[in-house]
């Protein structure tokens, strides 16, 4: 049987990718051997018989046939399974397209746990995105120019999740062709 590790928030997370997961488990666990893997740090019923992402060693993630990361935009219940995804590429089921607030707090974690200043990390991945355009906006929005919701309409940072994926499920039709699916 695939194994398949299942990367999402999980109830009593307050999100309604946490309820998506439990909508479709019953299903998903008829085909396939499924590993629930909850965000680091959050609650869980331990019902749900999952796995923090703190646990999974590198064999876990090379044992699986393949893994699916479920990314949203808030950086409490998608962080851990973002910086996982960055290392070991699977399918992401893109969620919001713009994840703007959840790579800003990816950053100012990483921030407080190594000292690299969220600023020149900020403008480092809005110019490897974005170019000289993303560079410009993200000087605007750290000198408080510009908020996030303004910066998010044309530059909403979905790439970050996406440049090793090795594919993509959108809800949204306008956000696939967008992405160029």
């Known amino acids: 049987m695939t194994r398949v590790l299942w990367f999402s928030p ?3 997370a307050r999100t309604d990718i946490a309820n998506y997961t439990m909508r479709v488990l019953p299903v998903l666990r ?21 796995v ?11 044992a699986a ?10 950086p409490n219940f998608h962080n851990s399974i973002l910086e996982i995804c960055a290392a ?37 991945i809005m110019a490897s995105w974005y170019g000289a355009a993303g560079l410009r906006e993200a000087n605007s929005f750290l000198e408080g120019a510009r908020t996030v919701t303004e ?18 499920i959108c809800h949204n039709s ?3 062709r967008e992405i160029g699916g």
């Open 10 to 12: 999980l109830p009593p």
């Open 30 to 50: 008829e085909w396939v051997d499924l590993v629930l893997v909850h965000p680091e740090g959050t609650d869980v019923d331990p019902a749900h018989g999952s």
């Open 52 to 62: 923090s992402t703190a646990s999974l060693s590198p064999q876990d993630l090379n």
């Open 65 to 74: 046939d393949f893994c699916i990361y479920h990314i949203g935009n808030n």
């Open 88 to 124: 070991h590429p699977g399918i992401v089921v893109l969620h919001d397209r713009v994840i703007n607030q959840l790579y800003l707090g990816m950053l100012a974690s990483n921030e407080r746990a190594t000292g690299e200043r969220l600023d020149q990390s900020f403008r480092a």
């Open 151 to 168: 910066l998010s309409q044309d530059f909403p940072l979905f790439e970050t999740a996406l440049w090793r994926a090795r594919g993509v």
């Open 174 to 176: 306008d956000v696939s």
